[in-house]
């Protein structure tokens, strides 16, 4: 889905950075940080951004901005908060980006645009369903996996591509049924599958590496159940 820098008007891509800069500012300034001053978890925050480096490089697609991949944003802020998955997943952005360029098909001018679409947007949505699993259902295991991680997945997935495929359109790069017979399809196929592979590694985190999962609490889920 990774938007080449020719496909939106100049004014889209440049205007995509002021918001994308004040999500940064508030992230840096509320983040976490002191989770990463121990080297375990700054490790496996490192390795989730290299994993998903290499997972955002390996995309399908027939046309200019009209690319698969999984995403990954479910589980990263599962595991690190939304505040330190969105500034990871910017940073696989950079990678990904940075390998498009050396390659020749790919630029900085529309990074705005894809890290507000692909990194801000997913991961607000998944913390917002895992608040709202917290609040209106039971404290079980079985929730957690189910409807916070893999429900959660399908849904960032869906609801992604949804967004991309709304903007294509609004920006007249694509018409309508181009992007509902040939793209939009093809993401609700992805979000079952990123659905599944979200749910299995929650499930084996949860089930031997706990505390690389924060949103995840033994106590509460777990205990006397």
């Given at each position: 889905m990774n938007f080449p820098d020719a496909l939106f008007p100049q004014a889209w891509a440049l205007g995509a950075f002021l918001p994308l800069l004040a999500i940064w500012l508030w992230c840096f300034w509320t983040a976490p940080w002191r989770r990463l001053a121990d080297s375990g978890q700054l490790n496996v925050w490192?390795?989730?951004?290299?994993?998903?480096?290499?997972?955002?490089?390996?995309?399908?697609?027939?046309?200019?901005?009209?690319?698969l991949h999984f995403l990954g944003a479910t589980m990263f802020a599962l595991m690190f908060g939304r505040q330190l998955a969105i500034i990871g997943l910017s940073l696989v952005l950079v990678g990904v980006t940075l390998n498009g360029e050396l390659q020749g098909h790919a630029g900085w001018l529309a990074y705005g645009l894809n890290a507000l679409v692909l990194a801000v947007f997913p991961v607000l949505l998944a913390d917002l369903i895992r608040r709202g699993v917290e609040r209106f259902l039971p404290d079980n295991f079985f929730i957690y996996v189910f409807v916070t991680a893999f429900f959660g997945a399908a849904a960032s997935v869906m609801a992604t591509g949804l967004l991309a495929s709304v903007l294509l359109w609004l920006a007249g790069v694509y018409p309508a049924p181009t992007l509902l017979d040939d793209y939009l399809p093809y993401y609700f196929l992805l979000g079952f599958a990123e659905a599944w592979l979200n749910g299995a590694l929650?499930?084996?985190?949860?089930?031997?590496?706990?505390?690389?999962?924060?949103?995840?609490?033994?106590?509460?889920?777990?205990?006397?159940k």
């Amino acid at each position: 889905m990774n938007f080449p820098d020719a496909l939106f008007p100049q004014a889209w891509a440049l205007g995509a950075f002021l918001p994308l800069l004040a999500i940064w500012l508030w992230c840096f300034w509320t983040a976490p940080w002191r989770r990463l001053a121990d080297s375990g978890q700054l490790n496996v925050w490192l390795g989730t951004v290299v994993m998903l480096v290499l997972v955002w490089s390996m995309q399908a697609g027939v046309k200019p901005g009209l690319n698969l991949h999984f995403l990954g944003a479910t589980m990263f802020a599962l595991m690190f908060g939304r505040q330190l998955a969105i500034i990871g997943l910017s940073l696989v952005l950079v990678g990904v980006t940075l390998n498009g360029e050396l390659q020749g098909h790919a630029g900085w001018l529309a990074y705005g645009l894809n890290a507000l679409v692909l990194a801000v947007f997913p991961v607000l949505l998944a913390d917002l369903i895992r608040r709202g699993v917290e609040r209106f259902l039971p404290d079980n295991f079985f929730i957690y996996v189910f409807v916070t991680a893999f429900f959660g997945a399908a849904a960032s997935v869906m609801a992604t591509g949804l967004l991309a495929s709304v903007l294509l359109w609004l920006a007249g790069v694509y018409p309508a049924p181009t992007l509902l017979d040939d793209y939009l399809p093809y993401y609700f196929l992805l979000g079952f599958a990123e659905a599944w592979l979200n749910g299995a590694l929650v499930t084996l985190m949860v089930v031997y590496q706990p505390h690389w999962v924060g949103s995840f609490d033994d106590r509460r889920y777990l205990l006397n159940k």
